[in-house]
């Protein structure tokens, strides 16, 4: 056995003293304008659009067939136009005004779910069941039911949205809770929490997460369904929505007005997250270091 | 019982059997065991692992009911978790996120409306400080390293100023040299204030340095081997090693044997 044999050298021990900092310059040093200008990430977004602008303009040019795809600048000037003169902005204000409707009874019925699916087991049970039950099912599928039961209004649209943000926000806001770190239930319960106040000031917040991914799907959802409703069934509560407004203007073959709406849900959808959620996720998760 | 409130132990736990169940079976961690805890003492849970002796603080926390015997906590009988038993958990992760460090020792005193937000306040930089972080009382728990927020939950559990402070090996994850810096810290705020103190640690050295009192628990299931005094702060390096073998002779001397028998003759 050679190994048993093998005696590592003797070494003599070592001291030395650290260089004073003067004798290798940088030791820290500020990032260039440009460097940090490239870290925002608006910035970087902003870049990606008007890349994703300049193509656009490039292919509906080359292809020059304004009915089958009109030009980034036909469409923006459709857009600017409806939203000044037309009447693109009173139908978007409808739409949005019916979504917050379905969205928050929707978020409130999740919250409602939720809260009795974490504090009884029979809770839980019925929310794994209704989720896998009503989940599949696409909104759009119930609208001829709703508008036998609401009738055709604002009613069936509200239900209907109801239906698709209520199982993605409940799935979420549920997992999310499961995930709390049991060290911080104990912590909860030590301070005599229990009940509404501990789902209230433990559970939520440390499941904020899962309840924010929730409420991004749900707020997608919620939009999806919107549109495709008022596409279905037209004009509701007497002026129409954004949906039956893409509709009408397909009928008449004023393309650049068509993508001037869908134009106008992206631009909705991109404040809303880039604004609203990013806002959201700025002064909670991200400052409670829940994410990076 | 004597009627003098020194005399009449602060918590008494007589004869406690805790059963846990995990998926397949049923575990029985501590039996029939015994002991009380009096105003001011330093009282350490000490054990192998598999002793029950976390099992057995998480039942004085009120997590678990005694399946035999009962936890008498100034003379009432322990049923669920409350803030006059405040807990310091080994987990980092025991802050809450979302808090800063002053809004994390005041939260407890505030939720239930047991204090004013002034007074709350007050009392919450006045035990951080005690633990020297008042520099950092606005910063979240997630910019602070492992020592720190430890020291917050030293902070936030003695803030709340509980009849017994439980602490269920709140340095075992801490790095050896930080680990002996807040034992020496724990013993001074000790000193300032004479808060009676619950702590289990798997620790032998950790036990004679931090204690006043040792339970040694012996393992599957937990039953309570001796109680001994511990030695003084500051007492010379022989009577703690002596005190230390001895310890050690009492856990481990049969332990060895039936696990290891081929080893004998070693």
Redesign the interface.
């Known amino acids: 056995m050679s190994a048993a044999t093998v005696v590592p050298p003797h070494r003599p021990e070592i001291v030395r003293e650290p260089v004073a900092a003067g004798a290798f310059g940088i030791v820290q040093k500020p990032l260039s304008a440009s460097e940090r200008i490239l870290n925002i990430g608006a910035v970087r977004k902003l870049a990606l659009i008007v890349v994703l602008a300049v193509a656009w303009e490039l292919y509906a040019r080359q292809l020059h067939n304004p009915l089958l795809f009109p030009t980034f600048s036909a469409t923006v000037q459709a857009f600017v136009h409806g939203m000044l003169g037309g009447d693109l902005f009173v139908k978007a204000m409808t739409s949005v005004k019916v979504l917050l409707k379905g969205y928050a009874a929707g978020i409130v019925c999740a919250a409602v779910l939720t809260v009795v699916a974490i504090s009884t087991r029979i809770g839980t049970d019925l929310l794994e069941l209704l989720t896998s039950m009503f989940n599949p099912l696409p909104a759009i599928a119930l609208l001829p039911l709703a508008l036998i039961w609401f009738g055709l209004g604002e009613g069936s649209i509200v239900f209907v949205i109801i239906h698709s943000v209520l199982w993605a926000v409940s799935l979420n806001t549920h997992s999310g809770f499961l995930a709390v770190?049991n060290?911080?239930r104990?912590?909860g319960?030590?301070?005599?929490?229990r009940g509404l106040?501990y789902v209230a000031?433990?559970l939520i917040?440390?499941a904020?997460p899962s309840i924010l991914t929730g409420l991004k799907i749900g707020w997608a959802f919620a939009w999806r369904t919107l549109i495709a409703a008022e596409l279905v069934f037209g004009v509701s509560s007497g002026s129409g929505g954004l949906g039956w407004y893409i509709y009408e203007n397909k009928n008449q073959l004023e393309i650049p007005s068509v993508f001037a709406g869908l134009f106008t849900v992206i631009v909705i959808g991109l404040i809303v997250e880039n604004v609203v959620f990013r806002t959201l996720e700025a002064r909670?998760v991200r400052?409670?270091?829940?994410q990076n | 019982m004597t009627s003098s409130d020194a005399a009449r132990p602060l918590l008494a736990v007589s004869g406690v059997t805790l059963q846990y169940k995990t998926r397949d079976r049923l575990v029985t961690a501590t039996y029939r065991v015994d002991f009380d805890v009096y105003p001011g003492d330093r009282f350490i849970l000490l054990g192998p692992s598999g002793c029950g002796k976390s099992t057995l603080l998480k039942a004085v926390g009120g997590y678990l009911q005694p399946v035999e015997g009962e936890i008498r906590l100034k003379g009432d009988v322990v049923r669920r978790p409350g803030p006059d038993r405040m807990m310091v958990f080994q987990e980092f992760d025991q802050l809450l996120p979302w808090r800063t460090v002053k809004e994390n020792v005041m939260f407890p005193l505030r939720s239930g409306g047991r204090m004013a937000r002034r007074e709350a306040e007050e009392k919450a930089l006045h035990y951080i400080a005690k633990v020297n972080l008042t520099r950092f009382a606005d910063s979240y728990p997630h910019t602070l390293s492992g020592g720190m927020k430890q020291r917050v939950a030293i902070a936030r559990g003695m803030a709340m100023e509980p009849a017994i402070l439980l602490m269920d090996e709140p340095f075992a994850a801490l790095d050896a040299l930080t680990r002996r810096r807040m034992q020496d810290e724990l013993l001074a705020l000790w000193e300032g204030t004479r808060f009676t103190v619950l702590f289990v640690t798997h620790s032998i050295p950790e036990a004679i340095r931090v204690g006043s009192r040792i339970l040694l628990l012996s393992p599957h299931p937990g039953q309570v081997k001796a109680e001994l005094d511990s030695l003084a702060p500051g007492a010379d390096g022989v009577a703690v090693g002596a005190l230390e073998k001895r310890i050690h002779a009492m856990l481990f001397a049969d332990a060895v044997e039936p696990a290891t028998p081929h080893e004998e003759h070693g």
């Open positions: 770190s060290t911080l104990m912590v319960r030590n301070y005599g929490l106040p000031r433990i917040p440390a904020f909670t400052k409670w270091g829940l």
